[in-house]
């Protein structure tokens, strides 16, 4: 059963991808499936020439990028910050733990949603910015290219802190104790216990997470979409969301097929990359 799902719904879509981004196609235009191979125009490498040349598909790369390049750290390093403090006996351990989990558990479409009503031009930010007279007028965020990435990136920092939080929280309980006593005996801070021990020992675990969420963040789709619904600007737009507009905004399923094999390139590159580098600064 378990193989009969992973050819139906991974392998089989995966390969039918991959033929199809090498043919001119558009699903609307099938009136019979017998005769789907009809309607199927051979390109060859065409669609990926297009996407040299498409603009809105390589600003989606660049603001993808943007948004990795920004949310992976700092959910790594605030995860791992808020994961050695709460390690220590503190009180209100297990509903701090709970209050930063719920945000990953819950729909992103809420999330976003409630990101959205508090960054309007009259939300809860503005209000508090101008009463701290940090602003002169309101900032518009969801239409100026300026700042409009900034409740995106916000948003995807919240929604996977508690992810983070608790895969690190696991790794520093691994973490043997006498090494810290032994630290301790020696003279060492309990900042350099952090660096010299907890950080070392802990490295697989930051690994997996900066893999995990690399390629998270390279499928972000919806609350992107939420903050840019309605709006034709592209200064915020994934890789995801102009896959998503291209097979079912303008119909061209053969291109969106295509730009989805050109996105698992990108990540299969990045990750192998990462897993060469791992080598001189995860140690297992």
Aim: aromatic share 14%; hydrophobic share 55%; proline share 4%.
């Amino acid at each position: 059963p378990a193989l009969t799902c992973f050819v139906l719904f991974m392998a089989f879509p995966f390969f039918l991808t991959l033929i199809l981004s090498f043919f001119d196609f558009n699903f609307l235009k099938v009136k019979k499936l017998a005769h789907i191979a009809k309607y199927m125009k051979f390109c060859g490498f065409d669609n990926f020439v297009e996407m040299t040349k498409d603009r809105r598909f390589i600003q989606s790369i660049i603001n993808t990028a943007v948004y990795t390049v920004t949310t992976v750290p700092a959910s790594i390093v605030i995860g791992l910050a808020l994961a050695y403090v709460m390690h220590d006996n503190i009180h209100c351990k297990k509903l701090l733990r709970l209050a930063f989990f719920i945000p990953y558990i819950s729909s992103i479409v809420a999330l976003g949603a409630v990101f959205k009503f508090l960054f309007r031009e009259d939300g809860i930010v503005n209000i508090v910015l101008s009463a701290l007279n940090l602003i002169s007028e309101p900032i518009k965020w969801s239409v100026d290219p300026a700042v409009s990435k900034i409740p995106i990136i916000l948003l995807s920092i919240w929604s996977s802190l508690g992810y983070v939080l608790i895969i690190y929280m696991a790794a520093i309980e691994n973490v043997p104790k006498t090494l810290y006593e032994a630290a301790s005996i020696d003279g060492a801070s309990s900042l350099t216990q952090f660096i010299k021990i907890t950080v070392p020992l802990i490295s697989p675990t930051t690994f997996y997470l900066i893999i995990v969420r690399m390629i998270a963040v390279f499928k972000i789709f919806s609350s992107v979409n939420i903050f840019t619904m309605g709006s034709s600007i592209t200064s915020n737009t994934s890789i995801v969301q102009e896959i998503y507009s291209s097979a079912f905004g303008s119909y061209t399923h053969g291109y969106a097929s295509a730009q989805s094999v050109v996105l698992l390139a990108i990540i299969l590159i990045i990750t192998a990359i990462q897993f060469w580098g791992q080598k001189k600064w995860v140690h297992y």
